[in-house]
């Protein structure tokens, strides 16, 4: 059986091999880890690699994906479906193994990282939906819900302001089942971090209520497992176990230095590294006894069968309780009444044509689907009294109960939406998150990140425009709609009153694989007239809100709160016998989805004079105002006024709606 300095070997050989063969990517965090890895995979970490989705694994997760070939190296040497030759094309297009971990091609891999301090806040979600579930379903002589979460950062991790939001509330919910590997050696990619990191750390994890594990010595295995052990006997604590390591171990000229951070170590190096570890094989050759070694796939098999007998004695003495985890955590399925109920809501919001502010709809929505998903998980970083996010069933996630259907973030925009990640990537969750609009520049590169992990997080965002009013240019977003609309794979909603707000939030909780962002208003809106088929039509995106009888003179466009003063512009226009059709378009998303032919109905090419209309900067409404066609929008920041006054002072009225239109006519 080879020591496990000869299996720690096999991940400092691989990954240095990988990326020379890339010749890009960081060897130096592979090579400093590869001990800590080898103790925790072989000795502590439940998982089946025949079945990287199996709900009750452990949760690995690698903050610093810059070093991706430690992961790589384990889920290849522990037998996941990630062949050697997908090693052999790191970082190389359409390989299984990218320059960062990325969830959805890789199996094994847990969440994309790369974006420092993003996997530990991740990790902080999955470690509270592993809490959470077991308060919900964990019954007495039943632990079903029993896994841990383990997370690897690094210095870079630990600076990102991110992992302060995360980690403070971690430490203030108790989240014991995660441990969090530091590991400490002094490097980034512009040096030795001493002149510009020098934090007591473990102090700093002691005031967030951590158990902290300081002077590890992150090459001595006997002192990995012992603290582990001590991590694992913690229960009331998150732990932060602080390693120290060499960043390059095994390269005798390059280990301890920022030279084996971020590039290949070049051939003659790589050669002596081989010679410095005693890996007498070639590049990419594993021998067999290391492979042997490594091998967790009848452990794996044999743990995982041991948790579906535990599952069956639970299904026996909790069979509605099984079967509702069954459909939550393990299919991931909606109750199949659920859009009948749903569509049925939507029919009555239309019928009671109730004028309030969208946030206000929304809550209304909250309240009627929360009644039929006890998935649903809500919270807000602060502000929950005026975004409108606590309902009556809301009762709050505690340290020392877990059981709850709601989380208060704090002030911490950013560790909430990257927390999102975490726990709907763990799964069992149907999760929104609230803030305002303006706010969301805080969380915006965890909202990017939910995107690109194609996560169905629901992101609720309120005080939409300028119609906030008198806090200001400071609160009052103008450029963001447009750039929430340019991410990718993401759906952004701004609808105009109760049925278009609730037909949002129904779409938004079926999807299964991209975020929903919903933005709503501080400010009251009136109920719009719709038949039937308008109502169902609002699932599209775009639709025809009134019409004129034949082909329209000029086509007005809207979303939110800026819908109804375009009626009132049409109704102007007709009066002067104009032909006008209004068409509100509160997810354009999903009107670029539709068919060519639904597209020419609603906008046909023929009408040129077009105009949108919405209290937000105005690019992204080129494509379908055209060049012929007018944008009644905002180019400048806002002022301090009441809403109204500045929805006037900016030409949100139906007369400028109007004079605009006029123009192009």
């Known amino acids: 059986m080879p020591s496990r300095t000869e299996l720690a070997n096999a991940i400092r050989v691989l990954a240095v091999d990988a990326v020379q063969k890339a010749n890009s990517g960081h060897p130096g965090a592979p090579m400093g880890m590869a001990d800590i890895a080898e103790v925790l995979w072989n000795d502590f970490l439940n998982h089946n690699p025949q079945n990287p989705h199996w709900a009750d694994r452990d949760r690995f997760i690698l903050s610093n994906g810059h070093g991706s070939m430690l992961v790589y190296s384990l889920l290849h040497l522990s037998g996941y479906d990630l062949p050697m030759e997908e090693l052999k094309n790191f970082r190389q297009l359409h390989s299984k193994t990218p320059g960062h971990p990325e969830l959805g091609y890789t199996p094994g891999v847990e969440t994309t990282t790369g974006p420092l301090g993003q996997g530990l806040a991740n990790g902080v979600g999955m470690a509270l939906a592993e809490k959470t579930l077991a308060a919900q379903f964990n019954r007495d ?100 176990i602080c390693c120290k390591t060499v960043i390059g171990f095994g390269s005798p000229n390059k280990a301890g230095s920022h030279a084996s951070h971020g590039s290949p170590l070049g051939d003659d190096e790589v050669a002596l590294v081989r010679k410095q570890l005693k890996w007498e094989h070639g590049p990419f050759e594993v021998p067999a006894d290391v492979y042997e070694g490594w091998d967790a796939k009848a452990k794996g098999a044999a743990t995982e069968k041991s948790w579906n007998e535990k599952f069956d004695a639970y299904r026996q003495a909790h069979p509605e309780l099984a079967a509702e985890f069954e459909r939550r955590v393990i299919k991931r399925e909606l109750p199949t009444d659920f859009a009948a109920k749903a569509n049925e809501f939507i029919k009555q919001c239309q019928e009671k044509k109730e004028a309030m502010p969208s946030r206000k709809a929304s809550l209304k929505s909250i309240e009627a689907y929360n009644k039929l998903l006890p998935e649903m998980l809500g919270g807000s970083a602060d502000l929950a009294g005026s975004n409108l996010t606590i309902w009556d069933g809301s009762t709050p996630i505690t340290k020392e109960d877990a059981s709850g259907n709601y989380i208060y973030y704090g002030v911490r925009e950013f560790g909430m939406s990257a927390m999102m990640n975490g726990i709907t990537a763990h799964g069992g969750f149907i999760h929104y998150g ?139 226009l007709s009066d002067k016998g104009r032909k006008v059709r209004v068409v509100s378009m509160p997810c354009t998303s999903l009107f670029d989805q539709q068919s060519k032919d639904y597209q020419e109905q609603v906008l046909p090419r023929s009408v040129k004079a077009r105009v949108s209309v919405e209290a937000a900067h105005g690019d992204q409404w080129r494509k379908y105002v055209g060049l012929d066609g007018a944008t009644v929008s905002l180019d400048t920041f806002g002022e301090s006024g009441k809403g109204g006054d500045l929805m006037k002072h900016f030409g949100f009225t139906a007369e400028n709606i109007a004079k605009t239109a006029e123009s192009l006519l």
């Not at 400490?184 to 971090?193: C, F, H």
């Not at 501080?522 to 699932?539: C, F, K, M, P, Y």
């Open 141 to 240: 002589g039943h632990d079903i819900v029993d896994h841990y979460t383990y997370v690897f950062a690094g210095d870079g991790c630990l600076m990102e302001g991110i992992s302060h939001e995360a980690c403070s509330l971690a430490g203030t919910l108790g989240l014991g089942k995660l441990i969090t590997f530091y590991d400490d050696n002094g490097i980034s990619i512009d040096g030795e971090v001493e002149g510009w990191f020098t934090d007591d750390t473990p102090k700093r994890f002691e005031s967030y209520g951590w158990h902290v594990i300081p002077n590890v010595d992150g090459h001595d295995p006997a002192a990995i497992k012992a603290a582990i052990e001590a991590a694992q006997a913690e229960t009331a604590k998150p732990t932060l």
């Open 434 to 572: 609230a803030t305002f609009l303006m706010f969301m520049d805080y969380a915006r590169n965890a909202v990017r990140m939910s995107a690109l992990m194609k996560l169905p997080n629901i992101f609720v965002y309120t005080h939409d425009s300028i119609g906030q009013g008198e806090d200001g240019p400071t609160h009052q977003p103008v450029e963001h709609m447009a750039t929430l609309r340019a991410t990718p794979n993401s759906d952004i909603w701004r609808p105009c009153d109760a049925a278009e707000t609730a037909t949002a939030w129904k779409m938004a909780i079926e999807s299964k694989d991209h975020p929903s962002v919903l933005v709503f208003s501080r400010q009251g809106l009136n109920a719009l007239d719709r038949t039937s088929e308008q109502v169902e039509a609002i699932a599209r995106g775009g639709y025809i809100l009134s019409d004129c009888e034949g082909e329209p003179e000029v086509i007005l466009m809207a979303t939110g709160s800026e819908v109804d003063p375009t009626v009132a512009a049409a109704n102007l």
